[in-house]
T-cell receptor, first 112, second 110 residues
């Protein structure tokens, strides 16, 4: 089945540690996105990529980094500079800018 | 369970009744809108979309209405079932990216 796979489902970060969240899609979509979801708030865009080897900052990029070396993969690194990383992280992909975004099942990141 | 959905408005409906979930969007220039359903611990699922040149669009058991005059979007679910219990949120496309609403929790009573 085509879809988006995020891993791990749960992740714990220690103080000063960088952690990387995985996102893989087999939908052959050009565009990929990372969002952060906090209780009672709408999704907030962290980074997005419209094409391989290119990505742009979203609304809340500080403390995060991404890469897009392959069309299928868009990993997100939460760096130690992100002081409030506890959240539910969602990856999405889309065939184009005015097409529905398809989401993975998320990674919940917590602080140890 | 997941903490997503805390402090959200809640709509409680009796099984078999129709549900109407509302969304006020922000930008009059938004040209594309999507409704998503999110169950606890999962990612959002696409339900239905509508472009700004339309007022109404129907799917299986769902209807989306768009009122551009008052910047209002609604999702109607016919004959609501227990499996419809979830958080529902709208997304508007403004410029290059989407803006997402916080959502409404739908609770279906037996």
């Amino acid at each position: 089945d085509g879809g988006i796979t995020q891993s791990p489902k749960y992740l714990f970060r220690k103080e000063g540690q960088n952690v990387t969240l995985s996102c893989e899609q087999n939908l052959n979509h050009d565009a990929m996105y990372w969002y952060r979801q906090d209780p009672g708030q709408g999704l907030r865009l962290i980074y997005y990529s419209q094409i391989v080897n290119d990505f742009q900052k979203g609304d809340i990029a500080e403390g995060y980094s991404v890469s897009r070396e392959k069309k299928e993969s868009f990993p997100l690194t939460v760096t130690s500079a992100q002081k409030n990383p506890t959240a539910f992280y969602l990856c999405a992909s889309a065939a184009g800018r005015s097409q529905p975004q398809h989401f993975g099942d998320g990674t919940r990141l917590s602080i140890l | 369970g997941e903490s997503v959905g805390l402090h959200l408005p809640t709509l409680s409906v009796q099984e078999g009744d129709n549900s109407i979930i509302n969304c006020a969007y922000s930008n009059s220039a938004s040209d594309y809108f999507i409704w998503y359903k999110q169950e606890s611990g999962k990612g959002p699922q696409f339900i239905i979309d509508i472009r700004s040149n339309m007022d109404k669009r129907q799917g299986q058991r769902v209807t989306v209405l768009l009122n551009k005059t008052v910047k209002h979007l609604s999702l109607q679910i016919a004959a609501t079932q227990p499996g419809d219990s979830a958080v529902y949120f709208c997304a508007e496309k403004y410029g290059q990216n989407f803006v997402f609403g916080p959502g409404t929790r739908l609770s279906v009573l037996p």
